[in-house]
């Protein structure tokens, strides 16, 4: 008989941490697992990605916070085998939803984002109080992974959970090869944009977070140095400020706001720098896709991920949060003939999907007595 996922998200919105649920939901379909997805909200925005054979489960559930008993009855109805659940406070919350309805399925929360300083502040709750809860429910789940080393030392430092409990897990990709070619046309078709200009690229959820409004600050110095455009792909909350801060100091001309794209690999492979500017990530598949496309990076050095990824600035150049002349000068020394070689074969060997997943499962069959 098929082990039976349940994969527990709060949707299916366009994001990192959901993106790397899809491709785990696959591969594990594809392996021979009997795949749900179980969302709260019925955002979708990635529902074409997953695999016909995965079933997906909406709750419609308006708040997290009401998802106690929903997630109880869907457990109590579907008897999964492993429970995978993502993000703070669903975790926490699919921890007692599972309690409740005494199910014997191995539960295995997911972390994707450091808690203890701008993210517990982004939340409107203070770090012990979050932690108190982390600590209490974490402990009753089979394992924790979280996708980073600072994550895991953050979980060691404030929370009691069996440091054997806490497994680091990077997030992974899937790609085409054929999405990694570079090709000129290609590049005036995606960015209408002509051979003597340079061509920057940015992709996340315009929110606060990823705080593209240091970025644009940014770039607003480095036009007076360099001929370049920007391209912001993404959309969200902070759309219309960003759009106002463009044409408020007539950045129009040289930077654009692209909205979502289905696939962002042929406007990396196709760009000349990939630009991060977040204040806090988990860690991003994008910057790994940007490793995996061959262009020049640079990243703000927030605690998690980016350090991690670039090898401590090996791979590209880090900048610290919040500083839109640190990295308005890292932009421009990027172009000075600074080349970053990254160990491709590697790359490709640690952070794709097929392995990251693997990894996993490996995670699921661990023999509880140990």
Same mark, same amino acid.
């Given at each position: ?14 994001? @990192? ?5 899809? /491709?785990? %939901?696959? +591969?594990?379909? *594809? $392996? @021979? ?19 016909? =054979?995965? #079933? ?21 109805? #579907? ?5 995978? &659940?993502?993000?703070?406070? $669903? ?24 808690? %203890? ?6 939340? =409107? ?11 209490? &429910?974490?402990?009753?789940a089979f394992k924790n992974i979280v996708v980073s080393q600072t994550i895991k030392k953050e979980f060691e430092k404030f929370t009691k959970l069996n440091t054997n409990k806490i497994i ?15 090709? +000129? ?11 003597? &200009? ?21 770039f607003k110095v480095v036009l007076r140095k360099l001929k370049i455009n920007l391209y912001i792909i993404g959309d969200g909350a902070e759309k219309k400020n960003l759009k106002n801060y463009?044409?408020?100091?007539? $950045? ?6 692209? @909205? ?12 000349? $720098? ?5 204040? /806090? ?26 350090? *991690? ?16 002349q640190a990295l308005a000068s890292a932009i421009m020394q990027s172009f000075e003939n600074v080349k970053y070689n990254s160990d491709y074969d590697e790359i490709l060997k640690n952070y794709?999907? *097929? @392995?990251? +997943? ?13």
């Open positions: 008989m098929k082990k039976k996922i349940s994969i527990i998200l709060p949707s299916l919105e366009n994001g @990192g941490a959901e993106r790397l649920h899809i /491709y785990l %939901a696959n +591969s594990w379909v *594809e $392996l @021979g697992f009997d795949v749900t997805v179980a969302i709260l909200h019925n955002k979708t925005n990635l529902k074409k990605f997953l695999n016909n =054979k995965i #079933n997906l489960k909406i709750l419609n559930v308006k708040k997290i916070k009401y998802s106690l008993i929903p997630l109880t009855i869907f457990f109590l109805n #579907n008897k999964p085998d492993i429970i995978v &659940t993502a993000m703070w406070p $669903l975790t926490s919350i699919t921890i007692l939803s599972k309690l409740i309805s005494f199910t014997k399925s191995k539960l295995i929360t997911v972390d994707h984002c450091p808690y %203890a300083n701008l993210y517990s502040s982004h939340l =409107k709750i203070n770090k012990p109080l979050l932690f108190k809860i982390i600590n209490f &429910t974490y402990k009753f680091v897990i990077n997030n992974g990709i899937k790609f085409d090869a054929i999405d990694l070619k570079k090709d +000129s046309s290609l590049r005036q078709k995606l960015f209408d944009i002509s051979k003597d &200009t340079l061509c920057a690229v940015s992709i996340g959820n315009l929110k606060p977070q990823k705080n593209f409004m240091n970025l644009l600050k940014a463009i044409l408020n100091n007539n $950045l129009n001309n040289n930077v654009f706001l692209l @909205g979502y794209k289905e696939n962002v690999i042929p406007y990396l492979s196709n760009a000349d $720098l990939f630009i991060n500017s977040s204040d /806090y990530d988990g860690f991003p598949l994008v910057l790994i896709e940007a490793l995996i496309s061959k262009i020049k990076i640079v990243s703000t050095d927030c605690e998690s991920g980016p350090s *991690e990824i670039l090898k401590n600035g090996k791979y590209g150049l880090l900048v610290p949060i919040k500083d839109y794709s999907i *097929e @392995g990251v +997943s693997l990894k996993y499962i490996k995670v699921f069959d661990l023999d509880e007595s140990k």
